[in-house]
């Protein structure tokens, strides 16, 4: 999800909420307590040099149990975060502490923002010996998918 996608979603909305990759619900009375601009200069295990932009967004539930973050607000500090730290239209990472600080996409259902879980993942599978994974296929699947059968004078 964009910035774009964030924004067009938030003025169709009355309440905020976030949702888990394991179904729960950030509390209710959470903060957004960043919302920054995070580059990534560096270079793959291939020894390609890149560069990488996300807009991130820091997700905070304090004891605070009667605050809650109505859209608009949510609309005004991503807006005036756009102004001030000159932020483009990239792809948004939300950070949320449970147990450790995690780092998530996010999504959106029509109700809920919902955090995605992020992988790891080789971006020079060509250059450093990873061997690609060949699709495990039944012997039987093989025969059944083949038209040529004997007589038939494919074979």
Known sequence: MTLSDIKKAL???DTISF???NG???PSHFHVTEVGKVSKHFIDCGGTVRREEVVNFQLWSANDYNHRLHPEKLLH???LSQQKLEIGDHEIEVEYQSDTIGKYGLNFDG???LLTIKETDCLAPDKCGVPIAKPKVSLSELQSKNACQPGTGCC
């Open 11 to 13: 003025n169709k909305l």
């Open 19 to 21: 949702k888990l990759p």
């Open 24 to 26: 729960e619900l950030v």
């Open 77 to 79: 500090i991503i807006e």
């Open 111 to 113: 109700t809920h923002f």
